[in-house]
């Protein structure tokens, strides 16, 4: 069965600082890994994907992930935080295989202090 | 394009009564789903469907049920409502189920029961 961790419930940043939230997941074969991010009392918006290519991969508001197969890691990064960022970030696995499901992690909850 | 949409925004049921929360895209896509997020858990799936007349079970499904007559929407019931269906309800829709698109999500249901 598949699984994603998010080792982080909270992580606090500085205004201007890097910032990265981290993921790992388990999967057979291939994954699909995927960032969300929720404001609150919102659903969730997409910030990018991993399918096949690049480790690197760039999504919005200046966001990137880097796939690592050998760790089986994913994780969100950003150059710069900004306060408008604090939200809960969820990662998210699937197969590339059969299997229809998304697999959630249990998100963290991002705050940037100004 | 309206996106995703659901209804209502919140609602406070008592122990055993039964309702149903709407979800309508207007992306014409193929895929839509259900899930409920609950603290610390991430978000679960509780049903999924692959286009009109397709639906199948996910990780919770227990006291749900769905149907899909159009391609357009995609409610979800809850037949005898138990106070651990509190919860906030998502619906998302994609594409297709296949290869790696992402998820678009509603806004959610604030679900209360009593």
């Known amino acids: 069965a598949q699984s994603v961790a998010q080792p982080e419930d909270q992580v606090n940043v500085a205004e201007g600082n890097p910032l990265t939230v981290k993921c790992t997941y388990s999967?057979?074969?291939?994954?699909?890994l995927f960032w969300y991010v929720q404001y609150p009392n919102r659903g969730l918006q997409f910030l990018l994907k991993?399918?096949?290519?690049?480790?690197l991969v760039k999504g919005s508001y200046g966001f990137e992930a880097e796939f690592n197969k050998s760790q089986t890691s994913f994780h969100l990064k950003k150059p710069s935080a900004l306060v408008s960022d604090s939200a809960l970030y969820f990662c998210?696995?699937?197969?590339?295989?059969?299997?229809?499901?998304?697999?959630f992690g249990s998100g963290t909850q991002l705050t940037v202090l100004p | 394009n309206a996106g995703v949409t659901q209804t209502p925004k919140f609602q406070v049921l008592k122990t055993g009564q039964s309702m149903t929360l709407q979800c309508a895209q207007d992306?014409?896509?193929?895929?839509m789903s259900w899930y409920r997020q609950d603290p610390g858990m991430g978000l679960r799936l509780i049903h999924y469907?692959?286009?009109?007349?397709?639906?199948d079970q996910g990780e919770v499904p227990n006291g749900y049920n769905v149907s899909r007559s159009t391609t357009e929407d995609f409610p979800l019931r809850l037949l005898s409502a138990a106070p651990s269906q509190t919860s906030v309800y998502f619906c998302?829709?994609?594409?297709?189920?296949?290869?790696?698109?992402?998820?678009?999500f509603g806004p959610g249901t604030r679900l209360t029961v009593t």
């Open positions: 469907s692959v286009g009109a007349g397709i639906t």
């Open positions: 991993y399918i096949t290519g690049d480790n």
């Open positions: 998302a829709s994609s594409y297709s189920d296949r290869v790696g698109y992402e998820q678009y």
């Open positions: 998210a696995v699937r197969p590339s295989g059969s299997a229809r499901q998304l697999t």
């Open positions: 992306m014409n896509h193929e895929y």
């Open positions: 999967v057979s074969g291939n994954p699909y």
